[in-house]
């Protein structure tokens, strides 16, 4: 599945691609069982890991209450520490700004790190509009770049792709003899970047924290080429999401203890770069300018909604998608958005509109793994079932199906209605009886395999558990509410219902 020919749109259809590529599924199901296992033995480390989480969430939720207050004393601590700060209200402003920095001081080669944010934005495309070449140097956005993919997590950006296929790609992008040993090829990776770090006459980064109280920005990694890119050209821009904004350096305490826990297992990334303004004297290391730009793209409307605003609290960890068993089977491209995932589910559509995304919403068993997971304690489930309101109820309810609606509607009168259900149970089980269907309903291949569309788009991936021959009410009322109360079970001794865990029927 190329990743340039899919949107949110149609997730149902990339979803069925996805799942029809053994190798894409072998990919994932190793590279995210890996992370979910390391996440839990790093996660162990730590004395009072819900604490932790609560204390995360606390801080967040206290800054986007006044991330207005906390925005501006960033900025203004970033600027006396040199840095310039400019305030970009949506993607296209981002680039324009971007692309004016490396237009006025004659750009041709950008290196560009850790930057989900610019793949938010299409930056690159509009850099390449510009005459100017951008270069991914972290190992995972490099690998995509040279295929001409996009990213399929947000950590791990090509988690998709096998050794093997890596293997292939750089015998034929950059001319290595065929090996799939993964140092040389780390190795190959290396002496390309090298030189084009080299090259460079700026360098775009994104950014995990900024911290209100001096101005600083935090990037996390472990290549070291963030570091590069932020250090090595004379130019640096980072381009930051409003809601990055933490008070204090304190509160990074907390983060750093669980954004590389969640994200990739570790207790701490090989390289934290803080970086507080520009080089203070020739020879210095860092560069001699620093841009911040401190994007909204959506983020204020986002933040405006009680509800949706703790979405906002995301670290980008990327445990969610880990941890959700239809990212595990889909991988990122299908949601067809730069964020996939549980979490991209809920994002993309507040972000790029519900109208492109009003399937994400339903890319979800709402099993609440991601909930779980979550080191901020976003409850992603709530936000979905929120969104999938939406979808169905709101203003511009691009999907509201008809049919969808009635039987709803349908549903909810039978439910009001005691006496009206009784009678229409009844005359199912009547049908039951008579076309001698209670064997055959509920079982793969069996009546309800068979209904026609739209109710067959429902039953051809479940079973229809056919009507009981009697009510509970009606047992109740004949058998149990005058019978004895049943003997008390000794503690230890279990029946075989419970040992088989099931209701014995
Ligand atoms: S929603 Fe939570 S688990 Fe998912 S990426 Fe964001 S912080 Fe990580």
Not at 357 to 385: F, H, M, N, T, W
């Amino acid at each position: 599945m190329s990743s340039h020919s899919v949107t949110s749109r149609t997730f149902d259809r990339n979803a069925r691609a996805a799942l029809a590529d053994t190798q894409l599924r072998g990919a994932l199901r190793h590279a995210t069982s890996l992370f979910g296992e390391r996440r839990l033995a790093a996660i162990g480390t730590v004395d009072d890991w819900e604490g932790l989480r609560t204390r995360a969430r606390e801080i967040k939720d206290r800054t986007l209450a006044q991330l207005d207050r906390y925005l501006e004393e960033f900025a203004d601590n970033a600027e006396r520490a040199g840095a310039r700060v400019h305030w970009a209200r949506d993607g296209e402003e981002a680039c324009a700004i971007i692309g004016q920095i490396a237009r006025e001081r004659g750009v041709r080669t950008v290196v560009k790190s850790k930057s989900m944010a610019s793949e938010e934005i299409h930056l690159n495309a509009a850099l390449a509009r510009l005459g100017i070449e951008p270069i991914e140097t972290d190992l995972g956005e490099y690998i995509i770049q040279l295929a001409g993919e996009t990213p399929s997590h947000i950590v791990v950006p090509a988690i998709h792709k096998t050794k093997r296929q890596i293997a292939e790609l750089f015998v034929e992008k950059l001319g290595i003899p065929p090996s799939d040993d993964v140092a040389t090829l780390t190795e190959a990776a290396r002496a390309a970047l090298r030189q084009r770090f080299a090259q460079a006459d700026m360098g775009i980064s994104g950014v995990n924290f900024g911290v209100a109280e001096t101005g600083t920005i935090l990037i996390l990694e472990n290549e070291g080429n963030a570091r590069l890119t932020t250090s090595l050209p004379p130019v640096h821009a980072a381009l930051m999401g409003i809601e990055k904004v933490i008070p204090s350096f304190q509160d990074l305490d907390v983060f750093l203890k669980l954004l590389p826990r969640s994200g990739t297992g570790q207790l701490l990334t090989a390289y934290q770069s803080l970086i507080t303004g520009t080089r203070r004297a020739p020879g210095d290391e860092g560069p001699e300018e620093l841009h911040i730009v401190l994007m909204d793209n959506g983020r204020s409307r986002v933040l405006a909604h009680p509800t949706t605003r703790q979405s906002l609290a995301c670290i980008r960890c990327g445990a969610c998608l880990n941890a959700c068993p239809v990212y595990q089977q889909v991988g990122g491209h299908a949601y067809g958005s730069v964020y996939p995932g549980p979490i991209g589910a809920v994002i993309s559509p507040q972000l790029f509109g519900l109208e492109n995304s009003s399937q994400l919403p339903y890319a979800s068993s709402l099993c609440g793994a991601c909930r779980d997971v979550c080191p901020v304690k976003i409850d992603i489930p709530e936000l979905l079932l929120h969104l999938r309101s939406q979808v169905v109820e709101g203003d511009d309810a691009p999907q509201a199906k008809p049919l969808e609606r009635l039987s709803f509607a349908a549903y909810a009168t039978l439910m009001e209605r005691p006496a009206l259900l009784r009678v229409a149970t009844g005359v199912g089980r009547l049908a039951q009886r008579l076309l001698g269907i209670r064997e055959r309903v509920g079982k793969q291949g069996g009546v309800t395999a068979r209904l026609a569309p739209p109710l067959g788009a429902w039953t051809a991936w479940r079973d229809l558990r056919p009507l009981a021959p009697r009510s509970f009410r009606d047992i109740w009322r004949t058998e149990l509410r005058d019978a004895p109360p049943p003997q008390r079970i000794p503690a230890g001794v279990a029946t075989r219902a419970d040992r088989s865990g099931g209701d014995g029927s």
